[in-house]
């Protein structure tokens, strides 16, 4: 019943959204223009008079970037005359500038429909009625035509790929008739309609640029684009936290855009090189190689480090384990789009505490005329720590294929790289296959995305954690914790969806999203270590993860008239999520049956079903209201816990002031994390029993955050971010009598609450050759609540354990015709943080916990400051060569763990060779 309730509740707006709103005297329906039709003059097109007695009505004007719709009512108000139009026909939207005194009406009307597909006439009514103008009406396919050209950077003449290129005019035009270009720069538009065409092509982190070109009927129209590096990007889309396409400008709350153009400038080879420092807030510690590593954004959200994890989608498909970001191929990514804070979680649903990150792949370029092969040949080496003057191998090879026509494009191929043993057996190997396609026909767009990957991690005992052991500085030691356990581990990672848009017109859009992501783990022994003749035992632990999901959305857009705009985004998901692991740590083999007493099997099965509603609302380009509403059900909550509800409410304003925009946002949200399956149930065991919980309630993150983002031109920008947060109901284990003395006794509870407050700062600036940016983020995290029955280390007052106190990125790049430069700084601050390798000893029980408690190993991490030198110089169109230095004064500092070796100096040299 209260499944029911809610949904009607949150379907109700739909239908009242989708309800056709009565004639005005702004806007009319698609049927004809009867009322005007009585005596009107031919529509002139910007080429005859109106009526006759509209030539002696004279308007002043000075328009500075407002909308069409801003501009009619400005004439409509000057002249007193009635202003009729359908919002189906008139690009409301499309802005214009035009200044002039005492300009007759016709002449004023002209200026303000330019490049618009729009017409005007006057009627003897004196009613300024706005139609469709007859060249922009679409023509016959055999009037039509191919715009093709190619995309490059203005300081550097190189070419752009992933640079969104389109032809203006309606929404269902536009989604039709749009591309993005390919590796090489460039791009081709066919099926355009004959005549003057407006072409925009679009990048974040350059100026877009608009263009007219003349399509004649059957012939190729060239039309090259050439884009400014700009640090405004008010104007450019993004998808994340609104669903559709929406304006930066819109936005209240911050989000980062990391695009293939900069992934390759950097020479990036992991994504996590990505989150330390150069997003605000957003931290991914550095473990070396390791396969797995937790991200942190905006302070501690978890008791445990393995959840705090931030949210993560494949093209709009979610990831099963987020902390599996290193198995990404950077390659393959178009861009990345990160949402801090608990604001995501209205549209995206349960675990999107700290945000969301969005990562979309490369999906080729529509129109081209051939394919494309990419191949990338690279090597280097990697130093050690232990042993001098040694250097290990580095590889890193990939081969992808780009192509399309009319109606599809696609982007495949294959990516191996392999680092050898920079420490004594330990070594890496990934091998990756992906495959990317897009269909588009009419107002239909299929998305297909496939991708899979596999990779060995070989390790042993760190030879600097063996010494710290052998110092007796743990206490009393065994030989085996000296001698390398000749482990290995298999990570796989597969991901396959589908995704669906659909324009039923132009004010409204469907999607549909089913897809699945699947990883797993095998962590093996292959060999005994024989620290006596009996030593001869191996082990195996397997872990199998799959996550399914289904989302449908669908959203409505409204011209309520030229100075109000608003979309209502309402939507229904599901995930289902089933991961099984096998544990044999002590067994005479590893295949057949297992001579094994002690193996574990464990089997986790959850699901998830939100419903929700989401509404903005834009006043004269300058001021936008979001409000949002999700409703969660999930199995594990208590079962009197009912629905979550999770609302989202935010304001953006954006002014010019002189040479300055100005805008301002603040936004509040909140996210909630479900318990894990099984915790409030009841579970007994030969070593314990689990007590029932019914009334375990999920773990929820609320808070908002505020800000100014100044930019000055396209040149300088500074953006300062606060927030404020404090995720409450943190689950823990709560110590309960003992009923059997051998029985250790517990249950699930909330128990505690976090407060997360912080600074972040962003700045880019661009002179000439040279650009410069920055960010910088403080914060403290401290627990503000601990219930009676907490038993583990933290105390009200104390920071929280693995959350560093500050972090922050710098780089400069010089970018100069075909070549480039690039030096980058990342800083990670202090960390209290276990010492997983004195842990790690303490678990295996030779340790007393009453003399040696988990909180007699925890460390302070040093800061650790890390840099990067990257470069690359095109031999020739087809011909590129790059460098990348990583960990450039070989420095070994670690922020996370202490029981795996960190990764030296890291140097790779390669061939990029297109064609």
């Known amino acids: 019943m209260r499944r029911f309730i809610v949904a009607t509740i949150l379907l109700v707006p739909s239908v009242i959204g989708a309800t ?45 970037n407002v909308t069409v719709g801003e501009a009619l009512d400005e004439i409509a108000r000057q002249t007193g005359m009635s202003l009729l139009y359908s919002r189906d026909l008139v690009r409301l939207s499309h802005r214009v500038s035009f200044r002039a005194r005492n300009a007759a009406i016709d002449d004023a009307l002209r200026a303000v429909l330019k490049n618009t597909g729009n017409a005007f006439r006057i009627s003897r009514n004196n009613e300024i009625i706005v139609t469709v103008a007859p060249a922009a009406i679409s023509p016959p396919a055999s009037q039509e035509g191919t715009i093709s050209g190619r995309v490059t950077d203005a300081r550097s003449g190189g070419p752009l790929p992933g640079v969104t290129v389109q032809i203006e005019g309606s929404s269902a035009l536009v989604k039709r008739l749009r591309t993005t270009s390919a590796e090489d720069g460039r791009y081709s ?77 950097r020479g990036i080879t992991q994504v996590m090189q990505l989150l330390r420092g150069q997003v605000p807030s957003v931290i991914a510690p550095d473990a070396g190689q390791l396969e797995a590593t937790p991200v942190y954004i905006r302070g501690g959200a978890s008791f445990t480090v393995g959840e705090n994890r931030i949210k993560v989608y494949i093209d709009n498909v979610e990831i099963a384990d987020p902390n599996l970001l290193t198995n990404i191929d950077p390659k393959i ?14 549209l995206y649903g349960a675990a999107a505490l700290g945000g969301v990150m969005q990562i979309f792949t490369k999906k080729g370029s529509m129109g081209m005329t051939r394919p494309q092969v990419q191949l990338q040949l690279s090597g280097g080496s990697v130093e050690s720590n232990v042993l001098p003057d040694y250097y290990a191998p580095r590889y890193d090879h990939s081969v992808s294929i780009q192509g399309g026509s009319d109606k599809l494009s696609y982007n495949t191929g294959a990516s191996y ?41 070989t390790g042993g005992r760190d030879p600097v954690a063996a010494e710290r052991i052998a110092s007796g500085q743990y206490g009393p030691f065994s030989p085996s914790e000296l001698t390398p356990d000749n482990t290995f581990v298999l ?35 292959e060999k005994p270590q024989l620290l006596a003749p009996s030593d001869t035992l191996l082990r195996l632990v397997n872990t199998q993860t799959t996550r399914t999901s289904l989302a449908y959305n669908t959203t409505l857009t409204h011209q309520l008239s030229s100075r109000f705009h608003s979309a209502l985004t309402l939507g229904y998901d599901r995930w289902h999520y089933l991961s099984g692991s096998f544990n044999a740590p002590s067994t005479p083999n590893l295949e ?82 479900p318990p894990l399956p099984g915790r409030k149930e009841y579970v007994e065991t030969f070593s314990f ?116 106190r500050s972090s922050g990125g710098g780089s400069v790049t010089y970018q100069a015709r075909s070549t480039s430069v690039r030096l980058d700084v990342t800083s990670v601050g202090s960390v209290r943080a276990f010492d997983f390798l004195a842990n790690s000893i303490r678990s295996r029980d030779r340790l007393d916990p009453q003399n040696f408690p988990s909180t007699a190993f925890n460390l302070n991490y040093p800061p650790a400051n890390k840099y990067h030198l990257s470069a690359g110089h095109d031999l020739s169109s087809r011909f590129h060569v790059f460098g990348r230095v990583d960990n450039l004064f070989n420095s070994f500092d670690s922020d996370l763990r202490t029981d795996f070796p960190t990764i030296g100096r890291l140097a790779t040299f390669g061939l990029r060779m297109s064609r």
């Open 417 to 457: 790289t392999y680092t050898g043993p920079w420490q004594p057996y330990y070594s890496t190997k990934n091998v990756g296959y992906f495959g990317g396609l897009r269909f588009r026909e009419g107002g239909l767009t299929a998305d297909v995305t496939l991708r899979f990957n596999n990779r060995r991690w």
């Open 689 to 804: 029993i689990q007590i029932p919980n019914p009334d375990l309630g999920p773990e929820s993150n609320r808070g908002g955050d505020g800000g100014v983002d100044l930019y000055f031109g396209r040149r300088a920008s500074v953006q300062v971010t606060y927030y404020d947060q404090v995720v409450e109901g943190l689950i823990a284990q709560s110590e309960r009598p003992r009923i059997i003395p051998t029985q250790f006794a517990f249950t699930w509870e909330n128990l505690g609450d976090v407060s997360n407050k912080g600074i972040e700062l962003e700045g880019r600036f661009i002179a000439g050759p040279l650009s410069f940016s920055a960010t910088f983020s403080k914060g403290t995290s401290r627990v503000l609540r601990l219930a009676k029955g907490y038993t583990g280390a933290l105390q009200p007052g104390q920071p929280m354990f693995g959350v560093a």
């Open 592 to 673: 057949g049956t297992l001579g094994n007493t002690n193996a574990q099997l464990i089997r986790t099965d959850d699901d998830n079903s939100g419903f929700f509603g989401q509404w903005r609302l834009g006043v004269a380009n300058a001021v936008f209201l979001t409000l949002g509403l999700r409703a969660d059900d999930n199995p594990n909550f208590g079962d009197d816990y009912g629905f979550n509800f999770a609302p989202r409410y935010g304001l953006a304003v954006v002014r010019d002031v002189g040479g300055v925009t100005v805008k301002a946002r603040a936004s509040y949200g909140s996210a909630f994390r």
């Open 333 to 346: 990514i178009e861009h990345i789009e990160i949402l801090r804070g608990p604001q995501a979680s209205t």
């Open 491 to 525: 990570t796989g990672q597969n991901t396959i969806g589908l995704r669906l848009e659909y324009s039923a017109r132009d004010w409204w859009q469907h999607s549909l999203t089913l897809g699945q992501d699947r990883s797993g783990s095998e962590q093996v022994r």
């Open 20 to 64: 056709p709103s009565p004639l005005s005297a702004h806007q009319i329906s698609d049927a004809p223009l009867s009322r005007a039709a009585a005596g009107p003059r031919p529509v002139t097109n910007g080429q005859g008079k109106g009526h006759a007695e509209s030539g002696a009505l004279k308007v002043t004007l000075d328009l500075q």
């Open 189 to 265: 538009l066919r099926d355009v309609p004959a005549g003057t065409q407006a072409v925009t092509a679009r990048l974040i982190g350059f100026s877009r640029a608009t263009r007219s070109v003349s399509v004649v009927a059957g012939e190729t129209a060239t039309l090259d684009l050439s884009l400014e590096a700009s640090t405004n990007v008010l104007d450019e889309v993004v998808v994340t936290g609104t669903i559709v396409e929406v304006p930066v400008r819109e936005l209240p709350n911050p989000i980062s855009v990391i695009t293939a153009a900069e992934i390759e400038q």
